[in-house]
């Protein structure tokens, strides 16, 4: 069992940067393939980015692909998601998810969500 907790969240303006992380408590992080969803009010959550268990893989939505950058640092326990060239329609509650199955966090169906971190982009 993996417990993710999210940061950096916060409020930018449109065309600004921030950086989100996410700590996986346990000692078999590196087994994980991770991702990050978001959820705007009054829609349903959407995939943002993935990458594999050992980072050499990524995915991306192409509404931020080019924008947006994931990465990890097993040896942190982390994964990043570097958010840059912000727009107001990014604003939404960030999520991180783990499974051991990478297709399984792309289609949503992680078994390991964090709580969330607010971005807001205002124009």
């Known amino acids: 069992q993996v417990q993710l907790g999210e940061s950096g969240g916060g409020l930018v303006q449109a065309g600004g940067s921030l950086r989100l992380s996410c700590v996986a408590s346990?000692?078999?992080?590196?087994?994980?393939?991770m991702g990050w969803f978001r959820q705007a009010p009054g829609k349903e959550r959407e995939f943002v980015a993935a990458?594999?268990?050992?980072?050499?893989?990524?995915w991306y939505a192409d509404s931020v692909k080019g924008r947006f950058t994931i990465s990890r640092d097993n040896a942190k326990n982390t994964v990043y998601l570097q958010m840059n060239s912000l727009k107001p329609e990014d604003t939404a509650a960030y999520f991180c998810?783990?499974?051991?199955?990478?297709?399984?966090?792309?289609?949503?169906?992680?078994?390991?969500w964090g709580q969330g971190t607010q971005v807001t982009v205002s124009s």
């Open positions: 346990g000692r078999t992080f590196s087994t994980y393939a």
């Open positions: 990458i594999n268990q050992s980072g050499g893989y990524t």
């Open positions: 998810a783990a499974d051991f199955a990478t297709t399984r966090v792309t289609r949503g169906e992680s078994a390991y």
